[in-house]
């Protein structure tokens, strides 16, 4: 018999022995029926998992959940944010001590958009304004007013200071932001237009709206080029827009879970594109994408990313745990970033479908994601107040 295991006892300090005579029952355990040893709490468990932080530094500056996040195409550090606390802020990756608020909207800052240059910066808000703002001197540039509604995007000409913005109010806004001037003003449209954008030459805008149409204007004089609706295109509101590179494909996702590709000139679907389930929310062409020869990625609600070719059928289809929120395609490279309702950033390579990393921080959905200049650096803004940069660099 092997020898009694001392036991001590708390109330004299001394110790005890148990042996065979104090035995009262003998049971049988089925080892199959033992937990194993991180199902509560062990090292592996899933409480622990969750409080996982891959984040190298987390903005705290606002008081609200957060909307957008941009990166400055010139300067690797600095980042904005908005969000629902009717702020803007402008602040550096690394920096912590550093920030400075793109104050006076009078609702929340939905949307942001640095000028090529990096010089300025123009911030969207739900009053119907957009403010721009000067990098270097931490001021206020103009104020630009026009639309009734809330702005639901804002965009740069890829040649200029001129800035285009979509509202709730069914219109499209251009400004000179040099001469605070403005320009054009695009209406046709029967619903918010959700989406838009400049051709990379700069020579068209494309813009999505709720009313299920997608206008393709002449920015000079406003008029309307194309607009494409009705069957083979979307039955529901369009969600999000992507251009290609060489300015003659738009591709646009919709609620109802479709997504088609139309040639920008004829205004004709010359794609369409069935694998999503629910809303799609995100799309992005890869940067080398022309129009005999293009990559393109799609999330959505249905928590899948899905990578399309010219082919028309998926080259992958990525599975998420919750709804794909946001996607971008990381520079010079094969990976694509997607910002999830789980609150976490996973990076996919899209040749093999593989997802090589998963970063962990939010607590709740992420609603925006950009990359830095450098492609050092992923900023993600999440509806729980907090902006976190995660290091990519390896996938540059």
Not at 266 to 283: F, P
Not at 352 to 365: E, I, P, Q
Not at 368 to 386: K, M, P
Request: with cysteine; aromatic share 8%; hydrophobic share 35%.
């Amino acid at each position: 018999m092997n020898a009694p295991s001392p036991v001590n006892d708390e109330d004299n300090g001394e110790d005890t022995f148990i042996d065979e005579s104090d035995i009262i029952n003998e049971y049988e355990i089925d080892e199959e029926e033992l937990p194993d040893a991180d199902e509560e709490g062990g090292s592996d468990g899933e409480e622990e998992f969750d409080g996982v932080d891959d984040s190298i530094h987390i903005f705290t500056g606002h008081t609200g959940e957060l909307y957008t996040a941009a990166c400055s195409p010139t300067d690797g550090a600095l980042v904005a944010t908005g969000a629902g606390d009717d702020k803007g802020f402008m602040w550096r990756i690394g920096q912590g001590d550093w920030a400075f608020e793109l104050q006076g909207h009078q609702d929340s800052v939905s949307s942001l958009s640095f000028s090529i240059d990096g010089q300025l910066i123009a911030s969207g808000s739900l009053d119907g304004v957009v403010k721009v703002w000067d990098t270097a001197k931490e001021e206020l540039k103009c104020t630009l007013e026009g639309p009734s509604g809330g702005i639901e995007w804002v965009r740069w000409h890829p040649k200029g200071h001129l800035v285009l913005a979509g509202a709730e109010d069914s219109s499209v806004w251009m400004w000179n932001a040099d001469r605070a001037a403005y320009l054009n003003v695009f209406t046709g449209h029967g619903e918010s237009v959700t989406c838009g954008d400049f051709t990379p030459d700069g020579k068209t805008i494309c813009s999505g709206s709720d009313d299920a149409t997608m206008r393709i204007w002449n920015p000079k004089t406003a008029e309307i080029i194309h607009v494409v609706r009705g069957h083979p295109y979307h039955t529901q509101g369009i969600t999000c827009l992507t251009i290609s590179s060489d300015s003659t494909l738009v591709l646009t996702g919709s609620s109802d879970g479709s997504v088609h590709v139309v040639n920008i000139s004829t205004g004709k679907v010359v794609s369409s594109l069935s694998a999503h389930s629910d809303s799609v929310e995100c799309a992005a062409f890869e940067a080398r994408s022309r129009r005999d020869n293009w990559r393109v990625a799609t999330g959505g609600m249905d928590k899948k990313l899905v990578i399309w070719d010219q082919h028309s059928s998926p080259r992958c289809i990525c599975d998420h745990e919750e709804g794909v929120t946001c996607l971008l395609w990381l520079a010079g490279s094969r990976y694509i970033a997607t910002g999830c309702a789980d609150g976490k950033v996973r990076i996919w390579d899209s040749l093999s479908g593989a997802c090589a990393k998963m970063l962990s921080g939010h607590s709740d959905a992420i609603q925006s994601i950009a990359a830095s200049s450098t492609g050092e650096f992923l900023v993600s803004a999440s509806i729980d107040g907090t902006a976190r940069v995660f290091e990519i660099a390896e996938f540059r």
